[in-house]
């Protein structure tokens, strides 16, 4: 296969020659390695929802559930007009070795919606997370299945999906849904927690990887939703360590050497959609944003990101991976070539799923924690996976990535080959 062809490969297929690789330095093989390929279930359901003109427009609902050895399946739900199977096959199958890799008792699973909800009001948008839910129902539940948000789903579309399962269920259900608002049983620093998971790693790492470096570290952020966004925020108040001086989000993306007043132009962004049209720095095409010559990039967006056919341009001497999937294997193969070091997603965005786990037993036990307990719980958990992961690259002489991946793995093959097949 060639370059460009195998760059054509869904993120599925990249998914999947991870798990190969891993296997192949496990020597796993056969029955659990087929296992591992295939989903378990795959539920399709088509959402009918009334428009505010009166109309009813059909969605196209998914939820892959893809392995449960390790315990009840775990994983967001995405609202976006890009949403199609095979995406959500590959999501999955990351929420099964990210809950491995932090070591958090769940399998993977994962939900969307096709749907650009720029385009719904607040009532539509309400009516199709209630109507995901009916449709969804039999597979879902506190013990069975527990979704979270995801790209475009928040913590207002959580308590919808909530309420309306546990009117279903005719009783309250908090822990069938994780990511709620703290009034209706979220944890507390749920919705800042991918960030800030991903900032605990990022501060372990640069400890030896920039050791002497003169601060504050240049900081390059691509996507600035709900995860880009928090990071943007956390590293402006890290006392000057890190400066921002880039970001971007659908419509644009700017540059600023002496960085960016980011609480001001996050009130913008939340404002109006964007932080278009704000003169706070030079405007830049995505593409020069993710070759600048900064010390960390911080992909946030969506997969596939970074490919063959850019990866050559990239500076940055270290990427924390806080979108799902956005490196292909092949550009992962040339960024490595030159050194790059990557903290894989599995490890970097795994904050938002453990903060989940820790809201899940909070809802089970009926125990509150306040946020100085959820943050030494998440630095503890975060700070952990990394020393394994970094363990497990020395004895294996291999990637992050390829680590988290061996660690993830042994541990799901294990539960699985005790339950049999
Ligand atoms: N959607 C998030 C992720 O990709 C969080 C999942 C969860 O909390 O279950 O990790």
């Given at each position: 296969m060639t370059i460009k062809e195998m760059e054509k490969e869904s993120p599925l297929q990249n998914a999947l020659r991870q798990l190969e690789r891993a296997c192949d330095i496990l020597q796993v093989e056969g029955d659990v390695l087929n296992i591992l390929r295939e989903p378990r279930k795959i539920t399709l359901?088509?959402?009918?929802?009334?428009?505010?003109?009166?109309?009813?427009?059909?969605?196209?609902?998914?939820?892959v559930q893809h392995n449960n050895a390790r315990g009840p399946y775990k994983g967001g739900i995405r609202f976006h007009p890009k949403v199609d199977l095979d995406e959500v096959k590959a999501l999955a199958f990351w929420m099964s070795v990210k809950?491995?890799?932090?070591?958090?008792?769940?399998?993977?699973?994962?939900?969307?919606?096709?749907?650009?909800?720029?385009?719904?009001?607040?009532?539509?948008?309400?009516?199709?997370?209630?109507?995901?839910?009916?449709?969804?129902?039999?597979?879902?539940?506190?013990?069975?299945?527990i979704p979270a948000p995801d790209v475009y789903t928040n913590p207002q579309v959580m308590a919808w999906m909530s309420d309306e399962y546990s009117s279903l269920a005719g009783k309250k259900e908090p822990a069938a849904f994780t990511g709620k608002p703290v009034e209706v049983g979220g944890s507390i620093d749920?919705?800042?927690?991918?960030?800030?998971?991903?900032?605990?790693?990022?501060?372990?790492?640069?400890?030896?990887?920039?050791?002497?470096?003169?601060?504050?570290?240049?900081?390059?952020?691509?996507?600035?939703?709900?995860?880009?966004?928090?990071?943007?925020?956390?590293?402006?108040?890290?006392n000057n360590d890190f400066k921002v001086v880039a970001l971007s989000d659908s419509q644009t993306a700017i540059y600023n050497a002496e960085g960016f007043d980011i609480p001001f132009l996050m009130a913008q962004k939340h404002e109006n959609g964007t932080i278009k049209g704000?003169?706070?720095?030079?405007?830049?095409?995505?593409?020069d944003l993710l070759a600048l010559d900064v010390d960390i990039l911080i992909p946030a967006a969506l997969e596939n990101t970074i490919m063959a056919e850019n990866a050559g341009d990239i500076k940055a001497k270290l990427i924390l991976e806080l979108a799902n999937g956005p490196i292909t294997p092949e550009a992962e193969r040339i960024l490595l070539d030159k050194d790059t070091l990557i903290i894989p997603d599995i490890l970097a965005n795994a904050g938002g799923v453990t903060v989940s786990y820790f809201e899940w037993c909070q809802n089970k036990s009926g125990y509150y924690w306040d946020s100085e307990e959820v943050q030494e719980k998440l630095s503890k958990k975060m700070k952990a996976a990394y020393q394994n992961v970094l363990e497990l690259s020395k004895?294996?002489?291999?990637?992050l990535r390829t680590a988290a991946y061996i660690l993830a793995v042994s541990k799901i093959v294990k539960a699985q080959e005790s339950l049999g097949t």
């Open positions: 359901a088509s959402i009918p929802v009334r428009m505010d003109n009166g109309e009813t427009k059909v969605f196209q609902g998914y939820r809950t491995g890799v932090l070591d958090v008792p769940y399998g993977g699973a994962k939900g969307g919606v096709t749907v650009d909800t720029k385009e719904l009001s607040r009532g539509e948008l309400e009516r199709l997370s209630r109507g995901f839910v009916r449709q969804f129902y039999p597979v879902i539940g506190p013990d069975q299945d749920r919705d800042t927690s991918t960030p800030q998971g991903g900032v605990y790693v990022l501060e372990e790492v640069i400890k030896h990887r920039f050791k002497g470096k003169k601060k504050p570290y240049t900081v390059a952020i691509h996507g600035i939703g709900n995860v880009g966004g928090g990071v943007a925020e956390m590293l402006h108040y890290t704000f003169d706070c720095g030079k405007e830049i095409s995505h593409e004895t294996y002489k291999t990637d």
